[in-house]
């Protein structure tokens, strides 16, 4: 890994916090896996996320669960996928959803990631959600990439990387 570090996020707040935070830093071609638990916080993260990119705030932006994806328009011209790959059933209903033409040029945030093709993580943003056993609203997020230019981008937005262990 380039870049490993943990955050805890006390409460909902926290988390979209950290959304826009990290929405400062998105680019065309991104993507953004993120996993966890059922109800870990996942689409909670992409909403705030999305809402802080395309900069509007009430932006209705419902769970992809029965959809598969959803899609916004970046203010620069590029769209903004959101999909939740939970009832995926196939890699070849990747293309029927046409994330596969789009990924390249557009910025993702996929949620059940581990139904994508390996080669497409290469370079994400992985943000797994863990649950704090002590308190229900705690959230865990555990943030890693091998991408260098992630890694730099978290290092100006001061997310520091953990030392080796
Ligand atoms: N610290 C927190 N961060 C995010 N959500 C939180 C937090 N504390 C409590 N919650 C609540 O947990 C729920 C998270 O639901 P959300 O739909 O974001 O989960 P999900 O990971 O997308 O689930 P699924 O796997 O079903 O798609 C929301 O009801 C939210 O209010
Ligand atoms: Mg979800």
Known sequence: MTHLSHHTMHDEADT??????????GQPGDLIALS??????KSTFARA????????PDLEVPSPTFTLVQAYDHPAG?????????RLESEDDLEDIGLD?????????????????EDWRANA????????????GS???????????????????????????
């Open 139 to 165: 959230r865990l997020i555990t943030l890693a990439t091998k991408s260098g230019s992630w890694a730099d981008r978290l290092t100006k937005l001061h997310i520091g990387n953990e030392p080796p262990s």
């Open 49 to 56: 996320f999305i809402r802080a990119m395309t900069g509007i």
């Open 78 to 86: 590029y769209a903004l996928y959101h999909a939740d790959l939970y």
């Open 16 to 25: 979209r916090r950290f959304a826009e935070t990290l929405a400062t830093a």
């Open 125 to 136: 943003l992985e943000l797994t959600f863990t649950y704090e056993a002590q308190d229900k």
């Open 101 to 117: 033409d789009e990924r390249m040029d557009a910025l993702l945030l996929v949620e059940w990631p581990d139904r994508l093709p």
């Open 36 to 41: 966890g638990d059922l109800g870990a916080g």
